[in-house]
């Protein structure tokens, strides 16, 4: 039951995207030249596949035991990325015409899924979609986590914001500054309840920010 409700959200945001995609398609068909319409597939693909390696996480956490609480942290964080994802396809964009702000958030959405990639690569089995310990949790300060001690979370957001970027929604800015962001930070503060507990933890925090260096 916990493997199949873990597929539920993504499916839902996968359906979603796709549906809007080709919403946006074919609205545009006839107005803007061939190749965006190329950028747009080419970026819902993108997300899709970026979801099934998520997925993959997911379906594994809900055969896990004795986990702890994600305080619903999980499900608001789930609520703010597909508000953003949505309303960055339903609304008409700002800027409706082809410009720099396609390949400036093609460029920040690839970047921060890279970083979020290399971040999970670099905590291996200690990486999880739900809060918890696992035998043996120690302190991980390689990769990303050399500059910060979220870069899954600084990559998500990263993302988000080129898919606010690229579609040039104003909307889709709001969703990302007042619910993904927020729910994030809520989300990193239940999660270092716990880190703080593992041993060396404190001195690693006491030398980098949460997600942006020099700033929290």
Same mark, same amino acid.
């Given at each position: 039951?916990?493997? =199949?409700?873990?597929?539920?959200?993504?499916i839902i945001l996968a359906a979603g995207i796709i549906a809007l995609t080709l919403r946006r398609v074919q609205a545009e068909q006839?107005?803007?030249?061939? !190749?965006? +319409?190329?950028?747009? =597939?080419?970026? =819902?693909?993108?997300?899709?596949?970026?979801?099934?390696?998520?997925?993959?996480?997911? +379906? *594994? %956490?809900?055969?896990?035991?004795?986990?702890? *609480?994600?305080?619903? +942290?999980?499900?608001?964080?789930?609520?703010?990325?597909?508000? +953003?994802?949505f309303s960055a396809l339903w609304f008409d964009p700002a800027w409706p015409d082809p410009g720099m702000h396609h390949a400036i958030?093609? *460029?920040?959405?690839?970047?921060?899924?890279?970083?979020?990639?290399?971040?999970? *690569?670099?905590?291996?089995?200690?990486?999880?979609? #739900?809060?918890?310990?696992?035998?043996?949790?120690?302190? #991980?300060?390689?990769?990303? !986590?050399?500059?910060?001690?979220?870069?899954?979370?600084?990559?998500? #957001?990263?993302?988000?914001?080129?898919?606010?970027? !690229? !579609?040039s929604s104003a909307p889709a800015l709001c969703f990302l500054v007042l619910a993904l962001v927020p729910s994030i930070i809520l989300?990193?503060?239940?999660?270092?309840?716990?880190?703080?507990? #593992? %041993?060396?933890?404190?001195?690693?925090?006491?030398?980098?920010?949460?997600?942006?260096?020099?700033?929290?």
């Amino acid at each position: 039951m916990k493997r =199949a409700m873990a597929l539920v959200l993504p499916i839902i945001l996968a359906a979603g995207i796709i549906a809007l995609t080709l919403r946006r398609v074919q609205a545009e068909q006839g107005f803007l030249p061939l !190749y965006v +319409t190329v950028l747009h =597939a080419a970026m =819902a693909v993108l997300y899709l596949l970026w979801m099934l390696a998520e997925t993959r996480i997911s +379906t *594994s %956490d809900a055969v896990e035991k004795g986990l702890s *609480s994600d305080r619903w +942290t999980r499900e608001l964080y789930a609520f703010g990325q597909a508000a +953003t994802v949505f309303s960055a396809l339903w609304f008409d964009p700002a800027w409706p015409d082809p410009g720099m702000h396609h390949a400036i958030g093609m *460029s920040l959405f690839l970047g921060g899924i890279g970083f979020r990639l290399r971040a999970v *690569s670099s905590l291996g089995r200690h990486y999880s979609h #739900i809060v918890r310990r696992v035998e043996g949790h120690r302190v #991980i300060d390689s990769g990303p !986590y050399r500059f910060v001690r979220h870069p899954a979370y600084a990559g998500m #957001i990263a993302a988000h914001l080129g898919v606010v970027v !690229y !579609y040039s929604s104003a909307p889709a800015l709001c969703f990302l500054v007042l619910a993904l962001v927020p729910s994030i930070i809520l989300r990193i503060r239940v999660e270092e309840l716990m880190l703080f507990e #593992i %041993d060396g933890y404190d001195a690693y925090a006491a030398g980098r920010n949460r997600l942006v260096p020099g700033v929290w």
